[in-house]
């Protein structure tokens, strides 16, 4: 049985405790700013459809700096803060997902494939390919035939 005023003691000690929440334990929120917002992920949009369109060029840094206004020192601390990865890591993941979709999808030889989406260093290709999805080349594309 729930004594007389129940319900007004158990909303002031749950004021209490947000009070007390509030008081000790509040941490202030940076002011987000919605327009600087909008305008940064108005930029990344332009570079990431441009990398998009043109992803078999090695772009430089300084064109694509200048595709949105930036000098390229800023454009690469723009990009890694709001990507998480250097532009060239992110234009090379790009190039590495078509790679990786033509190997198991198609017969063509790996030299084919490679010129097709602008990898003209095997070397680094494959040391990017290998760290990306922890084999070769081929033996990824052996294992996908080998699954179907």
Known sequence: AKEDGFLLKFNSLLFLLLFELKTHF???MMNVNVGQ????????????KYLQENYKQNIALE???KLVHFQTN?????FKKHMGVTFIEY??????AYVYRDL?????????ILSRH?????????????KHFGDTPMKVRKHIVEQD
Not at 37 to 48: E, G, V
Not at 74 to 78: A, I, P, S, W
């Open 104 to 112: 198991i999808n198609t017969k063509d030889s790996l030299s084919m």
């Open 91 to 96: 234009q090379n993941q790009v190039k590495l």
């Open 74 to 78: 800023y454009f690469c601390r723009f």
């Open 37 to 48: 917002r909008k305008k940064d992920l108005a930029r990344l949009n332009i570079i990431l």
């Open 118 to 130: 602008g990898f003209n260093n095997y070397k680094l290709f494959r040391t990017l390919f290998k």
């Open 63 to 65: 064109d694509i700096a």
């Open 26 to 28: 509040s941490v202030k």
